[in-house]
T-cell receptor, first 112, second 114 residues
């Protein structure tokens, strides 16, 4: 069935370093790939998204890359700050579909 | 500010009791969703609704029921038939039902059943 695998499950970095989270998806019909950040006790919030007709997208310190052939997409956070500490979820969905498939999440710790 | 309001934030119930979780949105979004979140797992879809008076089962609908009588409201009932109801429940909405619309989430309700 449809599946999104996310790695690593936990990531610890020093403040100022970069963090990379990787996801793979199984449904080749997927064409929308959002990333969500969830802080403790809150709901997830969209931080960046990418569509299948784009290979890379950047927003300040956050970037996402997509390799449709390999069914891989990744989140890159540069110059990490303590406030980046949270759980990050990747997801995949497709136009005209109501189902968004989520990865299991990555808990990011940024040490000051 | 527009957003999704879930209440209550914490809910405690005894086994065998039904319980209803509230979700209200003022974003004027057409579609609404309920997800369940368990530790170490991604979000799993319980039910979704594209329009008023219509809703569809998600991947884990057994033991749950919903209604969509108003555009802004999508309450979820956790029935006694749900075998493992203790979880964090998230309500979300999208402006359209298209799969390339980002989900807007509420801050969740943590349900504990003993």
């Amino acid at each position: 069935g449809e599946n999104v695998e996310q790695h690593p499950s936990t990531l610890s970095v020093q403040e100022g370093d970069s963090a990379v989270i990787k996801c793979t998806y199984s449904d080749s019909a997927s064409n929308y790939f959002p990333w969500y950040k969830q802080e403790l006790g809150k709901g997830p919030q969209l931080i960046i998204d990418i569509r299948s007709n784009v290979g890379e997208k950047k927003d300040q310190r956050i970037a996402v890359t997509l390799n449709k052939t390999a069914k891989h997409f990744s989140l890159h956070i540069t110059e990490t700050q303590p406030e980046d500490s949270a759980v990050y979820f990747c997801a995949a969905s497709f136009l005209r579909g109501f189902k968004t498939i989520f990865g299991a999440g990555t808990r990011l710790f940024v040490k000051a | 500010d527009g957003g999704i309001t879930q209440s209550p934030k914490y809910l405690f119930r005894k086994e065998g009791q039904n319980v209803t979780l509230s979700c209200e949105q003022n974003l004027n979004h057409d579609a609404m969703y309920w997800y369940r979140q368990d530790p170490g797992q991604g979000l799993r879809l319980i039910y979704y609704s594209q329009i008023v008076n219509d809703f569809q089962k998600g991947d884990i609908a057994e033991g749950y029921s919903v209604s969509r009588e108003k555009k802004e409201s999508f309450p979820l009932t956790v029935t006694s038939a749900q075998k493992n109801p203790t979880a964090f429940y998230l309500c979300a909405s999208t402006d359209t039902g298209d799969g390339d619309s980002p989900l807007h989430f509420g801050n969740g309700t943590r349900l504990t059943v003993t």
